[in-house]
């Protein structure tokens, strides 16, 4: 469990990514489909994106330095 001197410090640690998604559906299946569509261009390499549909829709973006 991370305590409140840990958190600190690993937000401003210069090797952290940081993704922020937003999601929106009619259903729980909705969501799920966009968080596995969103999920699939993060893990391709892309740093932004967003889709929708009539069902459902996503955006992200992804900021922060990858560690090597």
Same mark, same amino acid.
């Given at each position: 469990?991370?305590?409140?001197?840990?958190?600190?410090?690993?937000?401003?640690?210069?090797?952290?990514?940081?993704?922020?998604?937003?999601?929106?559906? &009619?259903?729980?299946?909705?969501?799920?489909?966009?968080?596995?569509?969103?999920? &699939?261009?993060?893990?391709?390499?892309? &740093?932004?994106?967003?889709?929708?549909?009539?069902?459902?829709?996503?955006?992200?973006?992804?900021?922060?330095?990858?560690?090597?």
């Amino acid at each position: 469990m991370w305590d409140h001197l840990t958190i600190p410090l690993l937000l401003n640690h210069p090797h952290m990514l940081r993704v922020a998604i937003t999601l929106e559906g &009619r259903t729980i299946e909705d969501i799920d489909k966009a968080l596995d569509e969103a999920r &699939r261009q993060v893990l391709n390499g892309d &740093r932004s994106g967003s889709d929708a549909s009539e069902s459902g829709a996503f955006k992200f973006q992804v900021t922060g330095q990858e560690e090597t």
